[in-house]
């Protein structure tokens, strides 16, 4: 069934040295680490002003954060407590840093008290290939951009301005690549872009989200054909070589 995701495979690749990922630089001020054996679900693993908060989080849920943008479905290996044991953490850090150094930050904190160990490893992976469906024939709901995106008086649509607006169900966007369009797309696989389509683009897709249901006569169509008559793409099986990460070893952590 395929479902709208953020991921964004334009931006899988995890970038910095391996050192600095395993906890080299900077670090939190204050750490606590907690079990959680509440039986409420977890519902916080979020990364604030100077900080970062988990309420009944795992430890992968934590990863993913830490390790974004990378697809939650290239992290793979680890412990089985990984997905079951949750915990409540509190970390801060004197200041306001941007997203990219709180995120080296957490990189760190579980190296320390996780005793996290990862490497990258690129491997063929199966993925949906975005591809033109007639080629040189665009469907009516995908049209070359009208927007300037330097320039925000350049945005003469009432659609996000260079970005993407989605529910269930729904994806709008003004000035948007084909790589971002195919990143927003989930059918349990990575989607990347093969349409040979440059510059950015203006879109309004609309699908069934929930296809289980007995759909009303004038309910939009399922996603793959939406893709197709809306905007005149279709997604084919294929594979790429994707950077994956990889967790050698992790440990439970002392609770303070």
């Not at 033109?132 to 070359?144: E, I, M, N, S």
């Not at 093969?194 to 007995?214: C, F, H, M, N, Q």
Request: glycine content about 10%.
């Amino acid at each position: 069934m395929l479902r709208v995701s953020i991921v964004a495979v334009s931006t899988v690749l995890l970038g910095l040295p391996l050192a600095a990922r395993q906890g080299e630089g900077p670090r939190f001020d204050v750490v606590s680490i907690k079990p959680n054996n509440s039986p409420e679900p977890g519902g916080r693993n979020a990364l604030e002003s100077g900080s970062y908060s988990g309420v009944g989080v795992t430890l992968r849920r934590m990863i993913a954060l830490a390790y974004l943008p990378v697809p939650t479905s290239l992290i793979s290996g680890g412990p089985t407590w990984l997905t079951s044991d949750r915990f409540d953490v509190r970390a801060r850090f004197t200041g306001n840093p941007p997203r990219e150094q709180l995120q080296l930050m957490m990189r760190a904190m579980l190296a320390d008290r996780f005793k996290l160990r990862v490497h990258r490893e690129t491997r063929a992976t199966p993925v949906f290939a975005l591809v033109v469906d007639r080629p040189g024939v665009l469907g009516p709901a995908l049209r070359p951009a009208k927007v300037d995106c330097a320039s925000p008086e350049g945005n003469k649509t009432n659609m996000p301005w260079c970005a993407f607006q989605y529910t269930d169900g729904l994806i709008r966007g003004a000035g948007v690549t084909l790589d971002r369009i195919a990143g927003e797309l989930d059918a349990g696989r990575i989607v990347v872009n093969r349409t040979g389509l440059a510059g950015l683009y203006d879109l309004e897709l609309r699908w069934a989200s929930d296809p289980g249901t007995s759909p009303a006569a004038d309910a939009p169509p399922g996603l793959a054909t939406a893709l197709r008559e809306q905007l005149g793409l279709r997604l084919q099986t294929d594979t790429a070589p994707l950077e994956h990460l990889v967790i050698d070893s992790a440990e439970r952590p002392a609770p303070d």
